[in-house]
């Protein structure tokens, strides 16, 4: 899962919407259509230029902002075209990796040139094992999770966001045509040809979405260009239109694009697998993918952008080295204490050194921040340190991406593909997100109950150790019931073919619900808090390092690859769930002070460093 000059109130959406449950005591926003309105609906174009209030409305009072009703605004249509083009990225991605598992573990059915294993038979091709199919598949979520460092700041410091995704979706594209050439029935025979053409690709595809998955985002959110607003519906009530329900709803719409891509990719392509071949696996993602440069071009002149500024990384690091200067010991419990103490980030504001170096002249030339930046960076760097946890969730999670497939092929599948039952999970989502969004939340806010961000991250973690123990259980009973006992997943008979558990294999439901509502509470959480808490000027680098702590679970995912075997899968399941109860205990005993301060975090004035005010193109 690069300093942003984005819109304040439209990308503090995802954390905004916490405080609209919270704070105040009306029902849960609607979005607003345009006879509500009263007003004209502009295209993105009226969104272009950011203002404090818009002309002819009234801004709202204290009184208002605690009693009125907050309400939606229309969303632009460039956030619709963006969001297409997610979908058609997320469609390609998870319609080709769905298929990895099989392809790389499995070995080509007797008499098949293209892989496709029939209504009774297996697809593969590679026959590489479990293991090497846990090693690529790892080290592609790995790559994929690394490469958004590099993204976001080519993004901040060179091409800006869009120029940027345009750029990745050429370079993923070649990957795509790679990959469908891997699986050609002429080249997929060769199973080390097949193979060295299959990495290629895989890498090629890893650079072009991290290009993409660290700006598309952020490009979505600064589309709406709203103000904060009271206006007369027409009925008679007066409303506050408000950004941050605004932008919230772009980005539950957004998540519902991405959701959809995966769910209608990963289903296609598992069938296509089945009764056709690989070929046709890689081929149709990579057709689909062909509207994206399509869709960025023809709106290319309706999109709001902002021009790169430079990555200002390095003002950043300025400021913790400044803070950190005198604070180091050679008791390293004592430079612990000293880094971590109350006082640290006041010794590197302007105005503390301008009190401090009044009579050599004030602040160094080179400290062009203002206190509210360093403000802004203390709170970056919190949540960085709020991420430190997050690999050993994704540990858990990851699980989905291979070994439980596999699992599935040693049940009865009465038919199915074994890799059908990885849908539940953005299938769940899909109806999950809704629930917990216009349900689950607004009952908790009125209860009293604050379910904040790090309240939902910790439980996050205990429903992905709650999936794990579920798998477990499940992998025991695979082996009490298989003919081969341990050897489940390479048992046959004597014509070679495939011996099963005869458990039904929708029993793996309970896995998958659990890992999605997890990925609700965790990973969307996780989403919010890289947004809100970053700089402003900062908000995609900060999001790659959230997204890069996924490839750190797939890089320490690589010392476990040995349990993902028979006859250790048991102990597999069941250390990934230990980790991730463990580790939710641990985040939120390290990180529960942050919950007290979640609202005055939020409520940070947006500091300055140099001349970083936005210019939309």
């Known amino acids: 899962m690069a300093g942003l000059h984005a819109d304040d109130a439209a990308l503090a959406a995802l954390a905004d919407i916490k405080h609209a449950h919270d704070s105040y005591p009306y029902p849960y926003p609607y979005p607003l ?5 009263g007003t004209p609906g502009g295209g993105a174009d009226s969104y272009a230029q950011p203002s404090l209030l818009d002309a002819g409305a009234e801004a709202p009072s204290e009184e208002d902002r605690y009693y009125l009703r907050r309400v939606a605004d229309t969303f632009p249509w460039s956030a619709y075209l963006i969001a297409f083009v997610e979908l058609a990225e997320r469609f390609s991605y998870y319609g080709t990796t769905v298929v990895f598992t099989n392809f790389i573990q499995q070995p080509l059915p007797p008499g098949s040139r293209t892989g496709a294993g029939g209504a009774d038979g297996q697809s593969g091709a590679l026959n ?33 966001r869009y120029k940027t995704i345009c750029y990745a979706v050429g370079v993923a594209i070649v990957g795509h045509v790679l990959l469908v050439v891997s699986a050609v029935p002429a080249v997929i025979g060769h199973s080390q040809g097949s193979l060295a053409v ?32 009271v206006i007369t519906l027409k009925s008679g009530e007066r409303v506050i239109v408000d950004p941050t329900v605004t932008a919230s709803r772009i980005y539950m719409y957004f998540y519902l694009f991405i959701n959809i891509g995966a769910l209608v990719g990963q289903v296609s392509m598992t ?15 990579t057709v689909v993918f062909l509207s994206a440069p399509l869709v960025l071009f023809l709106g290319r002149n309706r999109y709001v952008r902002s021009p790169p500024a430079g990555s200002v990384l390095s003002s950043a690091l300025r400021i913790w080295r400044f803070a950190a200067r005198k604070r180091w010991s050679l008791n390293p419990v004592r430079t612990v204490r000293n880094l971590k103490a109350a006082a640290f980030w006041e010794d590197a504001k302007p105005s503390r050194v301008d009190r401090e170096l009044a009579l050599a002249g004030g602040r160094p030339a080179w400290m062009t921040w203002d206190d ?69 939340y607004p009952l908790l806010a009125r209860a009293g109950i604050r379910f904040t961000p790090l309240k939902k991250i910790t439980m996050g973690f205990f429903t992905g150790a709650g999936a794990m123990v579920w798998a477990a259980v499940v992998q025991h009973y695979v082996y009490k019931t298989n003919p081969c006992g ?33 990925e609700i509470l965790a990973s969307i959480t996780g989403l919010e808090y890289a947004f809100t ?85």
């Open 33 to 37: 259509d345009e006879k509500q309105r």
């Open 372 to 440: 509210q930046w360093v403000d802004e960076v203390r709170r970056g760097f919190k949540a960085c340190a709020v991420f430190v946890w997050f690999p050993l969730y994704w540990l858990a999670y990851n699980q989905l991406n291979n070994n439980l497939t596999s699992q599935a092929a040693t049940m009865s599948t009465h038919g199915l593909p074994n890799d059908i039952l990885s849908n539940l999970d953005p299938f769940a989502l899909i109806i999950l997100i809704p629930v917990c969004d216009i349900l689950i």
């Open 128 to 160: 590489m094992g479990q293991r090497g199919s846990t090693g690529l598949t790892t080290f592609n979520n790995f790559w994929v999770y690394v490469t958004p460092l590099f993204g976001a700041y080519i993004a901040d410091a060179y091409w800006g």
């Open 533 to 617: 808490k970053a700089p402003r000027n900062m908000r995609s680098l900060v999001m790659a390092v959230y997204l890069f702590t996924s490839a750190i679970a797939s890089a320490i995912g690589e010392a476990f690859v040995s349990l993902s075997t028979d006859p250790l899968l048991v102990w597999n399941y069941g250390v990934m769930g230990v980790i991730a109860g463990v580790a939710g205990v641990l985040f939120w005993l390290s990180f529960r002070h942050l919950d007290a301060e979640e609202d005055a975090l939020n409520e940070l004035a947006r500091g300055r460093v140099d001349d970083d005010e936005p210019v939309p193109l």
């Open 271 to 285: 069938y296509s697998e089945k009764y056709v071949g690989f070929w046709l696996a890689f081929l149709l993602p």
């Open 486 to 518: 341990y050897a489940a997943a390479t048992c046959v008979d004597a014509a070679g073919d495939a011996l099963v558990s005869p458990l039904n294999v929708w029993i793996q439901t309970g896995s998958y619900i659990l890992i999605a509502l997890s």
């Open 198 to 229: 299959f990495v290629v690709a895989i890498v090629i595809m890893g650079a072009g979405t991290g290009g993409f998955k660290s700006n598309i985002s952020p490009l979505v959110a600064e589309q709406y260009r709203g103000s904060l607003r």
